[in-house]
């Protein structure tokens, strides 16, 4: 073979990626193989069922192949499962499964070398952290449990603490956890000597806000680096952006701006609640998800002539300077109820999870405009009404 020829293949991306799908209602993780050059998403192997009862969040290890599934156990037991990924295929090899508190709804890694996973615990109030330097064998660290000594604004959601999420700081020093029963965003400071996380302090959001999810964005080089937090309010679909500094005793967050999730001075329908919130790779933007509107009437997917009701994905473009958001595009998630997406690392494809719909669908993502494009491919992914994903993430 020709050299320069060989170097071109061995250089030019491949068109078949690996994604993998958890299906709360439907007990499932699914492994689906992406051929965007086909236009093909194909499941890979049969469905797991070794990650529970109701499996919710992934997260990746990718240097070393390991895939943690969170089960929140509402029919069963909850639990983190451990996986083996074999990089070629992308099937599944089950490593150990760790019983845990009721409801592990997030969870990242932290540490030198990610040896350690921080958990957020919806109703069961707490934060907890796990040695995973073997993967074979998850030992618990420490639990954190809180309290409310009253219910919040709005008390049928906010009767206790409920974390939502768990986010590793740009630094890798510090651990966010939005807890939305609480209108807070708990802090917690990671020290990889004693390889543990403590407790260091909280931010107040908007009263009512229920802060779910949160994602940070580092904008400029050197004199010009700017740290900024968006935290996406599930109880009063908004955004609230925060300017972060850090100090000698941590970091400091300053209220930028709490504007609703298609931007100041617009409203959503009754029963919309926010879901996932993401910072593109390139850190120029924002992208939620916002389930329950059913705003967009977008093709079906079954060949035919006709529409289906889709909820959007919404991007706004990050002003470097001051962390300002502004609206780029509302566009189709794929389909009802996108409880989850993910973009890939080069940031040109979003995968989302449609709960209500049975689907996952990637979507083409333009690197310059940050407007998403046409479908690349999809997938049915659940059996039955509502079983369908609530999470995909790409292995990469």
């Given at each position: 073979m020709n050299k320069l020829l060989l170097q071109f293949l061995l250089l030019a991306p491949a068109s078949a990626q690996i994604i993998f799908a958890t299906s709360y209602n439907n007990n499932a993780l699914?492994?689906?193989n992406l051929d965007a050059a086909k236009g093909t998403l194909s499941k890979v192997g049969a469905e797991r069922k070794d990650c529970g009862s109701e499996p919710t969040w992934l997260t990746l290890d990718r240097a070393n192949n390991v895939l943690y599934c969170l089960n929140e156990g509402w029919g069963g037991s909850a639990s983190i499962t451990s996986y083996k990924v074999t990089p070629a295929s992308g099937s599944l090899e089950t490593l150990d499964v760790q019983p845990v508190l009721k409801s592990p709804v997030s969870a990242t890694l932290f540490g030198t070398n990610s040896t350690r996973l921080a958990v957020a615990y919806?109703?069961?109030s707490s934060f907890g952290t796990f040695n995973v330097a073997n993967p074979k064998d998850i030992v618990l660290l420490d639990t954190k449990t809180y309290t409310l000594s009253a219910p919040g604004p709005v008390p049928e959601r906010q009767d206790a603490p409920h974390l939502h999420d768990a986010v590793l700081d740009p630094t890798g020093k510090y651990v966010l956890v939005p807890d939305l029963g609480s209108d807070l965003l708990r802090l917690f400071k990671v020290d990889n000597s004693a390889a543990s996380a403590s407790a260091a302090g909280v931010v107040k959001t908007p009263a009512g806000a229920g802060p779910r999810h949160a994602a940070f964005a580092v904008t400029g080089r050197g004199a010009d680096r700017k740290t900024f937090l968006y935290s996406f309010n599930e109880l009063s679909n908004s955004i609230t952006g925060y300017s972060v500094a850090y100090k000698e005793s941590g970091p400091e967050f300053t209220q930028l701006f709490d504007v609703p999730s298609h931007g100041p001075g617009t409203s959503v329908p009754a029963?919309?609640?926010?879901?996932e919130i993401e910072v593109s790779p390139d850190q120029r933007f924002v992208i939620i998800s916002s389930r329950g509107e059913n705003s967009l009437d977008i093709p079906a997917?079954?060949?035919?002539n006709s529409t289906v009701k889709s909820d959007p994905l919404i991007s706004f473009s990050i002003n470097a300077s001051t962390g300002a958001l502004t609206l780029v595009q509302v566009a189709s998630a794929g389909g009802r109820n996108p409880r989850g997406f993910s973009l890939n690392k080069r940031g040109d494809l979003v995968v989302s999870a449609l709960q209500d719909d049975n689907r996952v669908v990637v979507i083409q993502r333009d690197l310059k405009t940050?407007?998403?494009?046409?479908?690349?491919?999809s997938a049915t992914v659940g059996a039955g009404a509502?079983?369908?994903?609530?999470?995909?993430?790409?292995?990469?």
């Open positions: 699914t492994t689906l919806y109703d069961t029963g919309t609640k926010a879901a997917f079954d060949g035919s940050g407007k998403l494009g046409k479908v690349v491919a509502n079983n369908g994903p609530n999470y995909a993430l790409f292995y990469e």
